[in-house]
């Protein structure tokens, strides 16, 4: 097992090299083609040359590769792996390190991917062990034809619906029987509130687990059909035991391999889902944060997040490859 583990990060580190020079390769491009990005520093206001010159200088851009079209600028990326290596990440625009940006944006993004793995979990697993025990009833055809409804309404519409026609009235009707700071019209508030985080992310955090839940449903129903014919399965059954027994302990626990999986595969298309969900929620999180950074050009906190994201998507994979083994003991990592 130790051994696997530390292939499994070497190979994590590699690929967090790839995906930090694919990036450098791409906002390079970007400049190339667009102009330095040291403009935006300014505004609306046109800068002298000199004051343009200095704010290059601050934040990196001041290498003549920028003005090469073609020119993938190695030199900047070595010294930007040095930086980030040293636990600089490099300040935005408006002079605030990264890091400071992160560590108070993080919580709020935490908060909601905890909501949203909830979620995830509990629609996932009751929805779809109830379509495998009723498997051809009418109940298994209605969550089957929800599953694949889920898929298709995108976060995004699911979030404008909520936001522009249900969230208003139900936080005035909130506000008005319970009160303005009652934990229902707080539930219900449009947008999302510092001082009340874990309330405020509720509803957007259901609504963006909800959008990936399809995949839990159909894959829980699936591995719970396939693990019910199975020979341990009959075996507990003719031994007398009960069907409840039989489920938690023989079916559920054995049909969690292919959850695990895609817990996986979906928390990526979650990050992607969390970029638009606080941005449209007004969450200040990782995802609204990042949002901003590409709407202002702001690069350093752009290429920052984005390799924070990664090594954050690297380090859960490595932790579902791990987790197979603690699920089914027959899983050998030699």
């Known amino acids: ?78 010294e930007r792996l040095g930086d980030y290596a040293q636990g600089d990440f490099g300040e935005s625009l408006r002079g605030r390190e990264v890091t400071d ?9 935490l908060r909601l ?12 697993m009751t929805l779809g062990g109830i379509a495998a025990r009723r498997r051809g009833k009418a109940s298994d055809h209605g969550i089957r034809g929800l599953s694949i409804l889920i898929d298709a309404l995108p976060v995004f519409v699911m979030l ?25 019209a707080l539930l219900f508030k449009p947008s999302f509130s510092p001082q009340h985080a874990w309330v405020t992310v509720i509803i957007p955090g259901i609504l963006l687990g909800l959008a990936g839940s399809a995949a839990f449903i159909r894959l829980v129903r699936a591995a719970q059909l396939e693990t019910y014919n ?55 999180g990782m995802g609204g944060v990042l949002w901003k950074a590409v709407q202002d050009s702001d690069v350093s906190v752009v290429i920052g997040i984005v390799t924070l994201l990664a090594v954050v998507t690297v380090v859960v994979m490595i932790v579902v490859d791990v987790v197979y083994a603690a699920l089914d003991p027959r899983i050998r990592y030699e």
Request: with cysteine.
């Open 1 to 78: 097992m130790g051994r696997y583990i530390t292939r499994r990060v070497l190979q994590g580190i590699l690929t967090l090299f790839l995906v930090m020079f694919l990036l450098h390769l791409l906002t390079t491009l970007a400049i190339q083609l667009n102009g330095n990005p040291a403009q935006a520093f300014f505004g609306d206001r046109t800068p002298s040359p000199s004051q343009l010159a200095a704010v290059e200088a601050r934040y990196g851009l001041d290498d003549p590769c920028y003005d090469q079209l073609g020119n993938p600028c190695i030199g900047p990326f070595v």
């Open 101 to 109: 940006i992160v560590s108070t944006a993080a919580p709020n993004t």
């Open 113 to 124: 991917f905890a909501v949203v793995t909830v979620t995830w979990l509990l629609i996932g």
């Open 160 to 184: 404008l619906v909520y936001k522009y026609i249900f969230s208003v009235p139900a936080s005035r009707w909130a506000k008005e029987t319970f009160g303005a700071d009652s934990f229902p």
């Open 230 to 284: 199975a020979d341990h399965v009959r075996t507990a059954r003719s031994k007398g035991l009960s069907e409840r027994h039989v489920s938690r302990h023989h079916v559920v626990r054995n049909s969690a391999i292919p959850v695990v999986t895609a817990v996986g595969i979906v928390f990526t298309e979650a990050l992607a889902g969390a970029v638009i969900t606080e941005g449209m929620m007004n969450i200040y």
